[in-house]
């Protein structure tokens, strides 16, 4: 039997690429709503995005999707695209935008190691807009594996962080 392997645990996941039936309208969206940067085009089919000025962090096009429907919810795929933000004031930002804008969200959670906001984009894709709390504080059952959980997010409270 070969030896386990164990992925590096520098190991990042660098990008997603999304099928979309409106490029401009998820670009309205991904850029226009949540902050990204277009970094280049490919013609009027592709479009790549980043924060930071990456070469890009979301793929968007329209090469196999343009102007069809979302995927069917009870269908294997992906199940959301999570947007890592850096800090919790950040997080309270962004969730102050997206209020601001009336775009609705689909949940909001504590999990312990995380908050999160939920909600889908135009194409119906689910995104998560979330930052990790230190490790530090994560919650460690009797055994020290990590205690994740799912509990209603205090938006007061991480709002409280913008003041």
Not at 118 to 125: A, F, I, K, R, V
Not at 145 to 150: A, H, K, Q, R, V
Request: some cysteine; overall charge negative.
């Amino acid at each position: 039997m070969a030896e386990k392997y164990i992925i590096p645990a520098e190991t990042r996941i660098g990008h997603v690429h999304l099928k979309v039936a409106d490029l401009q309208r998820a670009m309205d969206f991904y850029c226009d709503l949540l902050g990204f940067e277009l970094i280049t085009m490919y013609g009027d089919q592709a479009a790549f995005i980043s924060a930071g000025g990456y070469h890009h962090h979301i793929g968007l096009n329209t090469w196999y999707s343009k102007d069809g429907p979302p995927a069917p919810k009870n269908s294997a795929g992906l199940f959301h695209t999570a947007i890592l933000y850096p800090t919790r004031k950040d997080l309270a930002a962004i969730f102050t935008r997206l209020h601001d804008h009336k775009y609705p969200l689909t949940g909001a959670s504590d999990h312990g190691v995380s908050e999160a906001l939920y909600l889908n984009d135009p194409d119906d894709n689910g995104v998560e807009l979330y930052w990790d709390k230190p490790r530090e504080v994560w919650p460690k059952k009797a055994d020290g594996s990590i205690d994740m959980y799912t509990r209603p997010l205090d938006l007061q409270g991480l709002l409280s962080t913008l003041k």
